[in-house]
Every structure is written in structure tokens, then in C-alpha cells.
């Protein structure tokens, strides 16, 4: 009895303290599994230097907003960002953290990585199945002296709702009015029928099905298509010039970004202007409440976001994410500056 | 002293049956508050599109049109092309291991065939995926294109891409997830026969063949046809493994080889990224769907059994 009483007891202290430990030095976080590598590398980073444990669990962008908007997060974590009028409706601020590319990848026998040349306006083509075959004129334009075979296009898009999908339908209605007008853009959305569609679960299954499947064509992030070595096509940037996708290049296009002109970073960073461009990338964004309820965890977790813009840096790019223009993390602390605590500015 | 005998056996007793009742009770409750939860989150997507949710087959998050129609196909003939071959191959399977193999086989393959019940569904999806769709695209898929396509009937089966993944890669994929679970059932009936009746059999001249066909297999008949129902199961409402294999692609094809869609797979693909309200209650009515479905052919399968 007494060592059932003693269990009991050290067990309630036990819980007792995790639960102090969750309230105080815990920030919890939810969303998106792009940003996922990134965020738990900061955190783990953070941790060391603050001793402040950030938790981020990659569920998914929709499942970030859900779970800020119910209150059982700190943060959110959302690929897409939220246009004004929900961001108010749900009182919410959003600012980006970093940057991703998304880049085709091929399988064609006889095409090495970098080798073939595509547009927009062909890549949309090419998924809306105007075009089925490797040697349709339309490729062999754009790819003078580059040996195609004339196999059948399979078009390798993923099989689960993702902000790289989203990122890469806007990118193809903004370069093909027909993409725009039957198609759409969404996380999710109705690959057209006419062309020889395959859906992958994740950026795994699409890199497995376009590595062995012979005309295959898909789309994936930078770093998974730079880690499993898969063969990546050049891109025609906003301003027509062939493009390689290099970190130069994505830093190109984050660089010539508007970011000052926008409400809310509310910005789709797809076919910027710049000769040198990368034309597919995409900011991910931090979903926050503007009126938060414990003054300590705020001070926390602005801790955490103002080290990340100041020591981030070299993570991300060790990772092959992009990280923010300068200008852009001076207009993020501009806005953090917003938050307040039950109705009360936040002292620095 | 006979009194308070008589009060705990009563005592005893009557905790015994309110335990059991209130545990039968207990998922009835749960049972209904899932069905009420499914209608409440997925009333906003039934209400838009009334019936036509389960016939129309556009299913488009950018327009907002949602229908369950090929969802519900794919999981339907998925199904199906699981149950027609782990039906078949788990009673041949458990008869062998019960009433044909020596000992010293039938014990070490029946526990591997319980350890295949214990693997993981998602290991089945990866493996599926990795290992079984190329070889199934290079081994079958090319064979049948020149082979097959031609037939009457079943030649528009497989008149698709030889990508590895499908239907038809799906089915089979849940086919090897539900054989452990037939063949054990099966198996474990067979064995409870007693040994007299096949004594008996074999007395009166019958050959293995007749004890088997005859005998035993009738009269483990409502055992294979509840194995085949917890199977058949298993096949409508398997998630991750399909979710690898079959495509996700929503429309009804004739061909086999065409990737298409499951309702579970749709969910849990789409269920993390779903923003738009309308999509989440749609997706939470493919649910709803689901769970009607399940029931539908679980209520035909009894009525077959009855028979």
C-alpha cells in the first residue's frame, strides 16, 4: 500500500512536472512537411544556445492551419500563404521563413541532367497532354542538337494533396492560359485526362516512378532531386533565358521579389522577373494568433524566430533551402511588432 | 452462512452480465457517435450535392465539385480482385496445412502465415511500390499488352501503361495482405474437425479428394465464408498500402493497369492538405461513404451465407 501510494505519488509530480516543463519552456508548433527538416534543425540549434524545446510536427499545411485556428498550436506552419480575409477573419498574422524550388525531372534514355531545355508554356503542354511524345516539334524546338527518342510522355504528378502540387499548378497558369482556364491551381487538383497521368505518394513515389519509367516526366523539390541524383531539366526563366537550377538562381528570384509591396507577405513567388530567375519557388510561412495569451511564451517564441532570421542562415542553405533576402527580415521584425498579449504590446 | 453465499453468487453474477451488457452497449455508442460525427462534419458537401455525391465522378478540389463515384469504384473492384484470388489461394493454402503436409512443414509455413498478419500495412504499400510494381510492369504488365489485348472481354482489362501501379496492382497487393487472415481462419476450422469424421470417410472408400470436397469443406463452410467476409473487410477499408499503389487518379477505367482511387486512400492523401471547407466535409463524407458501403456488403455477404 505504501509503495502503491509513493508510485502514485511520485508519478503525479512526475506528470506535474512535464506539464510545467510543456507550459513554460515548450513551443509548439504544427504544419507544414516541407519546412519540416528546416524548422527541426533550428530548433534543435535554438535549443542548445536558449534551452527553449520548440516541438514541430509535420502534418501537413491544411492540418497546420486547422490546428492554429483551433488554438492547440503555438505556431502554424502553411506552404500557401492565407489571403487577408482569413488571416483577419481567424485574427491571425503570417510572415515567410524561407524559401523553396520546386524542378522538373526526367527520364529520357540518352538525356543527361541539365541537358534538355523546356518553357513554361511547353512544361504545361507536356501535363495538359497536348503533348505525347518526347520528339514533338514543339521540344525538339527548344532542344537543337539534343537526341530525343520518340517515346511516349508519362506525367508523374503527386498522388497526395501537397504545397509542392500547389506551387507548380500556379506556376503552370501563370505561363499557359489554357492550364489557367480548365486546370487551376490547388494543393490537389485534377490532372487532366488527356495526358498519361501517374500519381506518386509523396516526393518519394514521384522520384521512384519518373527513375524507372522511361518517359517519364515529374516535378519535385530542389534537395530531394539534388539528393537522389535524378536528371533535372533547364528552365526558361519570366524573361526567356535557359535557366539551371542552382542555389544562384533561386537566390535570383528571392532577390527580385516585391515582398515591400505586399499585405501580409501575401506573395506566390512563382515566374519573377529577372534574367536570371529561377521561374518555380515558393516562401513557406509562419501562421501566428496577433493577440496571444501567456506573455512568457510569446517572448519565447519570438526568441526563437528572431534567432532563426539571425543565425538561420547557414542551416537552411546546409539543407537546400533559400534563405530570406535581408530587406525581408527587417519588414518580418517590422510586423512581429503587431502581436500583443491579451490586448497588451509585447515589452522587448 | 447460506445467505451470504447466495448473495455473492448472485452478487458475482449479476456484475458479470452489466459488465458484458454495458461493453455491448458501449460500442453500439461508439458505433452511432461515429455515424453522427461523419453526417455532422460531411452534412455541408452532402447537402450541396445531394445523391449525386455517390454517382458523379468529378471529384475537382479547384472547382469545388466533388462526387464519390470512382472512389467508390476503385474501391470496390480493388476489393474484389483481392477477395477472387486470396479466397481461392488461402482455403487451398489452409487445407494443404491442416490435411496434406507433413507436420514438420505445415507448423513453421502456419506461423510465418501468422507473421505475415502482423506486418505492417504501410510495409506492404512500400514494398508494393519499390519492389513488387517494377517487377510486376517488366514480369506481367509488358507479357500482357502483346499477349492479352487482343482477347475478347478481358483484353480492354489490360490495355494501359505498363507502369507497375493500378488497379490491378492494388488489388493484388491487398490480396497478399488478406491471405494470412483467410488462411489462418480456415486453417484453425479445418483443424477443429475432429479426427473421427475423417475416420469415417475414409471407412466407407472415399478418396482424399472426396473427404476434402465432401466432408470437410462443408462443414467449415460458415467458417470460410466469415473468413472471407473479415478479409473482404480488411480489402474495403486498407489505406496506406493502397495509397502507394494504385495512383491516385479519380476516374473509372475500363483497363485495370490505369491508376484510379480508393475511398480510404482519397481521405488520407488528401485529408492533411485540405483546405477548403467544402473539400474537408467532401472528404469526411467519403467517410460516411465508406462506412455505408462497408456495411452494404457486409449485410450481402450474411444474406449470401444464409442461403
Do not use: C
Not at chain 1, 13 to 23: D, G, K, R, V
Not at chain 1, 128 to 152: F, S, V
Not at chain 1, 221 to 247: C, R, V
Request: hydrophobic content about 50%; proline content about 5%.
Amino acid at each position: 500500500m505504501k509503495l502503491l501510494k509513493s508510485v502514485f505519488v511520485s508519478s503525479v509530480m512526475l506528470a506535474a512536472s512535464a506539464f510545467a516543463l510543456a507550459n513554460n519552456d515548450t513551443i509548439n508548433g504544427a504544419g507544414s512537411t516541407f519546412a519540416h527538416p528546416l524548422y527541426s534543425k533550428w530548433a534543435e540549434e535554438f535549443r542548445k544556445e536558449s534551452g527553449i524545446r520548440v516541438n514541430y510536427q509535420a502534418i501537413g499545411s491544411g492540418g497546420g492551419i486547422r490546428q492554429i485556428t483551433a488554438k492547440t498550436v503555438d505556431f502554424g506552419a502553411s506552404d500557401a500563404p492565407l489571403t487577408d480575409d482569413k488571416l483577419n477573419r481567424e485574427g491571425l498574422i503570417q510572415f515567410p521563413t524561407a524559401m523553396g524550388a520546386i524542378v522538373p525531372v526526367v527520364n529520357i534514355p540518352g538525356v543527361a541532367p541539365g541537358a534538355m531545355k523546356l518553357t513554361g508554356k511547353v512544361l504545361a503542354d507536356i501535363y495538359l497532354g497536348n503533348i505525347k511524345k518526347w520528339n514533338d516539334e514543339r521540344i525538339t524546338a527548344l532542344n537543337p542538337g539534343l537526341n530525343i527518342p520518340g517515346q511516349p510522355i508519362y506525367v508523374v504528378h503527386r498522388s497526395d494533396g501537397s504545397g509542392t502540387t500547389f506551387t507548380f499548378t500556379d506556376y503552370l497558369s501563370r505561363v499557359n492560359e489554357q492550364w489557367k482556364n480548365e486546370i487551376g491551381v490547388n494543393t490537389d487538383i485534377t490532372w487532366p485526362r488527356k495526358a498519361t497521368t501517374i500519381g506518386g505518394n509523396g516526393n518519394a513515389g514521384v522520384a521512384s516512378f519518373v527513375r524507372r519509367t522511361r518517359g517519364a516526366i515529374g516535378y519535385v523539390e530542389y534537395a530531394y532531386a539534388k539528393q537522389n541524383s535524378l536528371t533535372h531539366t533547364q528552365l526558361a526563366s519570366a524573361e526567356g533565358t535557359f535557366l539551371q537550377p542552382s542555389m544562384e538562381t533561386f537566390q535570383a528570384a528571392a532577390a527580385n521579389a516585391d515582398w515591400a509591396n505586399t499585405s501580409n507577405f501575401y506573395l506566390l513567388l512563382n515566374n519573377q522577373p529577372g534574367a536570371n530567375s529561377w521561374p518555380i519557388t515558393a516562401a513557406t510561412f509562419i501562421l501566428l494568433h496577433k493577440d496571444q495569451a501567456d506573455a512568457a511564451k510569446t517572448k519565447s517564441m519570438l526568441d526563437f524566430f528572431e534567432w532563426s532570421y539571425a543565425q538561420g542562415d547557414q542551416h537552411a542553405i546546409a539543407l537546400d533551402y533559400i534563405p530570406m533576402p535581408e530587406n525581408v527580415s527587417v519588414m518580418v521584425a517590422d510586423s512581429l511588432r503587431q502581436l500583443t498579449v491579451n490586448g497588451q504590446p509585447v515589452s522587448q | 452462512m447460506l445467505s451470504t453465499t447466495n448473495a455473492r453468487a448472485v452478487d458475482g453474477d449479476s456484475i458479470f452480465q452489466r459488465l458484458s451488457f454495458s461493453s455491448a452497449i458501449l460500442i453500439l455508442l461508439v458505433l452511432i457517435g461515429i455515424l453522427i460525427s461523419l453526417i455532422d462534419g460531411g452534412w455541408q458537401a452532402l447537402s450541396e450535392f445531394g445523391p449525386g455525391f455517390v454517382f458523379s465522378n468529378e471529384w475537382d478540389p479547384v472547382g469545388s465539385q466533388f462526387g464519390a463515384a470512382s472512389a467508390i469504384y476503385g474501391t470496390l473492384v480493388s476489393s474484389l480482385i483481392a477477395i477472387v484470388i486470396a479466397i481461392p489461394a488461402g482455403l487451398g493454402t489452409a487445407i494443404f496445412l491442416a490435411e496434406l503436409a507433413p507436420r514438420w512443414i505445415s507448423k513453421p509455413v502456419g506461423m510465418a502465415i501468422e507473421l505475415l498478419a502482423a506486418v505492417p500495412s504501410i510495409i506492404y504499400g512500400m514494398w508494393g511500390l519499390f519492389v513488387f510494381a517494377p517487377w510486376f510492369s517488366e514480369g506481367f504488365q509488358f507479357w500482357a499488352l502483346e499477349n492479352l489485348v487482343g482477347l475478347p472481354v478481358i483484353g480492354a482489362w489490360f490495355d494501359g501503361p505498363p507502369i507497375g501501379i493500378g488497379l490491378l496492382t492494388a488489388g493484388l497487393i491487398l490480396s497478399f495482405m488478406i491471405l494470412p487472415i483467410i488462411t489462418a481462419l480456415t486453417r484453425d476450422a479445418l483443424q477443429t474437425i475432429p479426427n473421427v469424421v475423417r475416420e469415417a470417410a475414409y471407412g466407407v472408400g472415399a478418396t482424399p479428394f472426396e473427404v476434402i470436397t465432401r466432408v470437410l469443406l462443408p462443414s467449415i463452410r460458415n467458417a470460410a465464408v466469415g473468413a472471407g467476409i473479415l478479409g473482404l473487410g480488411r480489402a474495403l477499408g486498407e489505406t496506406m498500402a493502397v495509397a502507394f499503389v494504385i495512383g491516385g487518379a479519380n476516374r473509372i477505367e475500363t483497363s485495370l493497369f490505369m491508376p484510379a482511387s480508393s475511398i480510404s486512400s482519397t481521405i488520407a492523401q488528401q485529408f492533411n492538405e485540405a483546405t477548403n471547407e467544402m473539400h474537408i466535409s467532401a472528404l469526411i463524407s467519403l467517410g460516411l461513404v465508406l462506412f455505408v458501403l462497408t456495411f452494404l456488403v457486409m449485410g450481402v455477404a450474411r444474406l449470401l451465407l444464409k442461403k
